[in-house]
């Protein structure tokens, strides 16, 4: 990296690279929180759909008005459309925190505010903490589960 970059990122300058590094951190939270609820969404509409099917199966003639439409199709296509959209939030969140965990290390940053004022701003932070890779994982296990749910 150069001189001036780290100059610039490091607050040197004036601050305006943490605030750039805040505001895309912020961004991409809340874009990330309308992508999760959007699946979860698709998700408790296929169970819904679903559940729809299984009362329709309970009539007389039902399994053979079933057999002659396209519900089990369309109930089967919700169904994948939702687990691939909960397979692309897990996978984003990964690949979310991988990055934000190389930068806070890269800057030396907290992010996640778990420093002495508690909110979700940049802080430098004077020493490692060693257990800051086990934090991390048992949050990426925690949003995976989560998401699961």
């Known amino acids: 990296m150069h001189v001036l970059d780290v100059l610039f990122w490091t607050g040197l300058n004036g601050g305006h690279g943490l605030d750039l590094l805040l505001a895309t951190y912020q961004r991409e939270t809340i874009l990330f929180e309308h992508k999760k609820n959007n ?3 698709m998700r408790k509409a296929a169970e819904r759909d679903y559940q ?3 009362t329709k199966k309970k009539g007389m003639l039902s399994s053979l008005r079933l057999a002659h439409s396209d519900s089990p199709f369309l109930v089967e296509a919700s169904m994948a459309e939702a687990k691939q959209a909960l397979a692309s939030v897990i996978e984003d969140a990964r690949e979310r ?3 934000w965990a190389r930068l806070q290390d890269l800057f030396d940053l907290d992010l996640d505010g778990t420093g002495s004022s508690g909110t979700n701003s940049f802080k430098s932070v004077s020493r ?3 257990s800051t890779k086990l934090r991390r994982r048992a949050r990426e296990e925690e949003l995976a589960q989560e998401l699961l749910d």
């Open 97 to 99: 925190q991988r990055r």
């Open 52 to 54: 729809k099917l299984l």
């Open 128 to 130: 490692k903490d060693k």
């Open 39 to 41: 699946a979860n969404a």
